[in-house]
């Protein structure tokens, strides 16, 4: 089949035919990363051409594009007052998520046409200055959720971040297919859980990290397959042990009844006592369960992966926080996306690039807050169309010349292939998502031209 895009095409073939593993230096933090074998491998087959700035670089810059843990007051479009993830200082239009999910709200009027000979970022910005936001990003099947950022299929949740088929949880970060579960962060398939980190697969476990297929645990670490055990670490198959020395289920009761753990005096007590006893066990260098030929941590039931919290994934490169991800590439918080590059929060897509927030989208790049389309660029906020560049309505053989001339200037000009930068974030750098990872101060976020926000 011949290119759509030939001018592109023949551009971006002179600098990946001859690519050969190398060391470069980081365009933002002057430091050395390498672009392996596996990397160029996968650049070939997205298409992109090999990045310019270092991994961890790269996920600062789109989950920079995340809004953080904070909810605020702002007045909206329609001049009413609504709870947002967006700061007093944002940029962003704002708008009740129902309104901006509904048929009446229409972004393609405030498309602008494009000019292949201006740098693109530059336009991306204009039009991201003007089409409304919705104030809090939830998915519309959710079910009195509304304070939830980040949701997905969830019901009678509040206070969480980024949860996946979740129920009834509160203050919970990373969940997925749970229930019952309050002050948790990244546990999965559990119910009735209370500070739990990394669990999966477990019920009425509480005070407890990385413990997998238990139940009726307290103040544990690293357990499998437990059942009744307190203040216990790395076991497996066990129960009725009670600081790794095991009872007969009789006196395990007994000594267990005797703890009053609804007493938070009780609770701290034990919690001091026993932090410097996980300090000492012993933990798995890397947390992969049920997965082949992988790098990284926290990764599970993947093949042919490297990364950090992966999930049922394949043919995955320098990926963070990703479920059922297939032949990606610098892919960060995304669910079900194939064959897609340099991308945030893509969800059940294909043949997305260097763009955040679509679903069920084909073949889209440098878009934002896009569903259910098809071969568009650079475009914001728009629902079931094809053919858009910027908002505008292109026929299919206008569509294609003007994306592979704007491509071919964007690659010549060295922007192919970047992310879009910090200062086109929405969100300040300390009210965003990347800013516990990545915490820098005011000094640094203005180097990066990063915005900051002043909290009160």
Not at 30 to 52: C, H, Q, W, Y
Not at 218 to 235: E, I, M, P, Q, V
Not at 238 to 254: G, W
Not at 338 to 356: I, P, Q, T
Request: charged share 25%.
């Amino acid at each position: 089949m011949p290119s759509k895009t030939p001018r592109f095409d023949t551009a971006l073939d002179k600098i990946l035919t001859d690519l050969k593993p190398h060391t470069r230096v980081c365009t933002e933090t002057g430091e050395s990363f390498e672009i392996a074998e596996r990397d160029i491998e996968m650049l070939k087959l997205l298409r992109v051409p090999p990045p310019t700035t270092a991994w961890w670089a790269r996920i600062r810059q789109k989950r920079h594009f995340m809004a953080g843990f904070d909810l605020f007051r702002r007045t909206g479009e329609d001049g009413k007052s609504v709870v947002t993830m967006y700061d007093p200082g944002s940029f962003a239009p704002i708008m009740h998520p129902t309104d901006w999910q509904s048929d009446a709200f229409d972004a393609m009027v405030y498309g602008a046409p494009v000019d292949p000979g201006r740098p693109f970022f530059a336009q991306w910005q204009m039009l991201s200055r003007a089409v409304p936001r919705p104030a809090v990003i939830q998915d519309p099947k959710s079910v009195n959720s509304e304070w939830s950022v980040y949701n997905w299929a969830m019901k009678d949740c509040y206070c969480t971040y980024e949860g996946l088929e979740d129920e009834d949880l509160q203050y919970a970060d990373i969940m997925g297919w749970s229930k019952h579960v309050a002050d948790a962060y990244s546990c999965n398939f559990s119910e009735w859980c209370y500070e739990t980190v990394d669990c999966t697969r477990c019920a009425r476990v509480v005070f407890s990290e990385r413990c997998e297929d238990s139940t009726d645990l307290a103040f544990s670490a690293g357990c499998k397959n437990c059942a009744d055990c307190f203040g216990c670490t790395n076991l497996r198959n066990k129960k009725f042990r009670f600081l790794n020395e095991q009872l007969t289920e009789e006196e395990y009761r007994k000594r267990r009844a005797a703890i009053d753990l609804s007493d938070a005096q009780v609770v701290t007590e034990w919690l001091e006592r026993m932090r410097p006893v996980w300090d000492r066990a012993y933990r798995r260098a890397a947390f992969v369960t049920h997965s082949e030929d992988v790098h990284g941590d926290d990764i599970h039931d993947s093949r042919d992966v490297d990364g950090i919290m992966l999930y049922s994934g394949e043919r995955m490169r320098r990926s963070f926080g990703c479920t059922g991800c297939t032949d990606t590439l610098d892919v960060t918080s995304c669910v079900r996306a194939e064959r897609c590059a340099n991308v945030l929060k893509v969800f059940d897509s294909s043949e997305v690039r260097n763009a955040l927030h679509c679903t069920n989208c084909i073949d889209v790049e440098y878009s934002e807050l896009l569903t259910n389309c098809e071969h568009c660029f650079g475009c914001i906020g728009l629902k079931r169309n094809k053919f858009c560049i910027l908002n505008v309505q292109y026929t299919e053989e206008e569509y294609w010349p003007l994306v592979d001339a704007i491509k071919a200037a964007m690659l010549e000009r060295g922007e192919y292939g970047e992310f879009f930068p910090h200062a086109a974030s929405p969100f300040a750098y300390n009210a965003s998502g990347i800013s516990t990872l990545y915490p820098l101060t005011k000094q640094e976020a203005d180097q990066v031209h990063a915005r900051w926000f002043d909290f009160a």
